[in-house]
């Protein structure tokens, strides 16, 4: 599009996306089906349908006026989307598959990257950042890479709009340039693997060089047919690291301390129900010789992949001729590495630790740990000396780095501000009164439940992160019962199918002999997959016969179905 200035006319590039492949859309209609001819009135129509609207909305607990969560008993989606929405986390964009994180959900994003960025450096990792676009022919060069990935990727064609008569009223003022096609197109990066590994080419020349550790913090474009919040959306936020090594050895150490370090983050930070293990050749990362992986298990008997790390041997060496001169003068490939945590780790942590009453943040991750409530007191002074001792509260907590805010809006009963920190998640709430502060107390609440604690105000510094630690052992020991009820040993096919039927399907443990056909087979039977090897292995009995397939069976597996 033209624009003057200092002038003359500068071109401003616009890119404009076109998707790489037609993507299917089903549409929903919103007529009413008409029963022939025998409804006139619209008001005996309302009528008719009204139990039926009265029953749905008995279904959604009211936590104040327009905010309702579903039960999950009753209805799990609704229940998972209900509980975002009261926590205010994300909204709509004008994009399809994309989603807006509102101040809410992205300080839940910011608390992974506080949590997750010091233990990437510790690891001598460096941050950089590359860029968004990405040539088409990079992607060509591993094609096992460009398989995996070519059906997700939004492709770039060409580089500028151009205005254009305005045909009828509020028609389009702008459309792409024709003359402006792009020789060769760019990808949004689905994964950086491909320009990373153009650049280490520049980079590494002797082993000097080596290792080569770098991460970054962005946001990638996968084109999803059906989304879910956080769990799976075109566009979403991770970080993801790439190294480079002068053996294999240490290239598949780097990895698997990266799935030690995620699961550190996923089990003591997050609480979350966690099985560490190692992907089928069916399931790896396209262009990887391995992949480590945490899978999450939800309350509903599902798994989620919260997190990856793959060994990549010398394919992306090889595709971008990345070489070094050894220390004995000779000319090699390097070994590779590459790992990542997305915004998947948030619907993981919702969908473990939420209730009906809405969201449960852990206290390590919560963006507020404690929210002050001072209660309305009349008489002046009171009020002033409640307010005063809320601000010197706090103070004292974040003085020994608790993350607290002091809810002090006067004006709002007691119970709305309850309710509103409950259904955000906040981990501890106390609240201080006039009469509390008489007698030198805070009264608690902890997030997950129980009676309200008296917390002295002259030990705060000492009880409130006691009730932090409280909460954090109440989550991970949920976390460990709901793995003991909700794994389950297969031993027969019949076994299988029983927990299928169930609502709660849950991960199944299985003696696996099986081969990648008998794999796919069973995904496109059942729709489950093999979601890893677990990283422990209990010995399998002699003989042991795959109860699946029927074959000689290699190693424990877990099955299961997955968001």
């Not at 990638?220 to 566009?235: A, D, G, N, Y």
């Not at 004006?411 to 502060?437: I, N």
Request: hydrophobic letters at 40%; one cysteine or more.
């Amino acid at each position: 599009m033209a624009s003057k200035a200092g002038g003359g006319n500068r071109c401003r590039w616009v890119l404009c996306l076109s998707i790489a492949a037609w993507i299917s859309w089903t549409s929903f209609s919103g007529k009413t089906q008409v029963l022939t001819g025998q409804i006139r009135s619209p008001l005996v129509a309302s009528r008719l349908r009204a139990p039926k609207i009265a029953a749905q909305a008995k279904k959604k607990k009211t936590l104040e006026p327009g905010i309702k969560i579903t039960p999950r008993s009753e209805d799990w989606s609704a229940w998972y989307l209900d509980v975002i929405e009261a926590a205010d986390l994300i909204d709509e964009s004008p994009v399809r598959g994309c989603k807006i994180f509102k101040p809410n959900g992205f300080a839940v994003w910011e608390g992974i990257q506080r949590l997750m960025d010091p233990k990437i450096k510790e690891m001598g990792v460096q941050n950089a950042y590359f860029p968004l676009l990405i040539p088409v022919s990079f992607l060509s060069k591993e094609a096992s890479h460009v398989d995996g990935f070519a059906k997700e990727c939004a492709v770039v064609t060409h580089y500028r709009l151009r205005s254009v008569a305005e045909v009828e009223p509020g028609g389009p003022l702008v459309e792409v340039d024709p003359e402006s096609q792009l020789t060769d197109p760019y990808v949004v990066r689905p994964t950086s693997e491909t320009v990373v590994w153009h650049m280490y080419s520049k980079w590494i020349s002797s082993y000097r060089d080596l290792p080569l550790k770098l991460n970054q913090w962005a946001n990638v474009m996968r084109w999803e047919m059906r989304t879910r919040p956080f769990l799976r959306t075109s566009e979403f936020l991770w970080q993801e690291g790439h190294t480079a090594h002068a053996s294999s050895e240490e290239a598949d150490a780097q990895a698997r301390e990266v799935l030690d370090v995620y699961l550190e983050l996923a089990q003591d930070e997050l609480c979350l129900p966690i099985v560490p293990g190692r992907k089928s050749a069916n399931e790896r990362f396209a262009g990887a010789v391995e992949t480590y992986t945490i899978e999450a298990l939800t309350p509903n008997g599902m798994a989620i992949q919260a997190g990856t790390s793959h060994f990549l041997g010398q394919n992306f060496a090889k595709a971008f001729d990345v070489k070094y001169l050894s220390e004995e003068q000779k000319s090699e490939y390097v070994w590779a590495s590459s790992w990542g945590v997305s915004t998947r780790l948030i619907g993981a942590v919702i969908m473990a630790h939420s209730d009906d009453d809405g969201l449960v943040m852990p206290p390590a991750l919560a963006a507020v740990q404690v929210v002050v409530v001072p209660l309305y007191a009349k008489d002046p002074d009171q009020q002033a000396a409640v307010l005063d001792a809320a601000a010197a509260l706090r103070k004292d907590l974040v003085a020994i780095g608790i993350r607290v805010h002091v809810d002090d809006r006067l004006s709002m009963k007691p119970g709305a501000k309850y309710f509103e920190w409950e259904r955000r998640g906040v981990p501890l709430r106390l609240e201080l009164g006039a009469r509390d502060l008489e007698k030198g107390v805070a009264l608690g609440k902890l997030r997950t439940g129980g009676e309200k604690i008296q917390v002295p105000l002259d030990e705060a510094a000492t009880e409130v992160p006691k009730a932090l630690s409280q909460m954090k052992l109440e989550l991970q020991s949920r976390s460990e019962q709901l793995k003991q009820r909700l794994i389950f040993r297969i031993e027969s096919r019949a076994d299988f199918d029983e927990r299928l039927k169930e609502r709660e399907p849950g991960m199944m443990l299985i003696p696996w002999g099986g081969d990648d056909d008998d794999e796919d087979n069973l995904k496109d039977e059942t729709g489950v997959t093999l979601r890893c090897y677990p990283m422990e292995q209990d010995e399998l009995p002699d003989n042991q016969v795959c109860p699946l397939t029927g074959k000689p069976a290699r190693q424990w597996a877990i099955f299961a179905k997955a968001y």
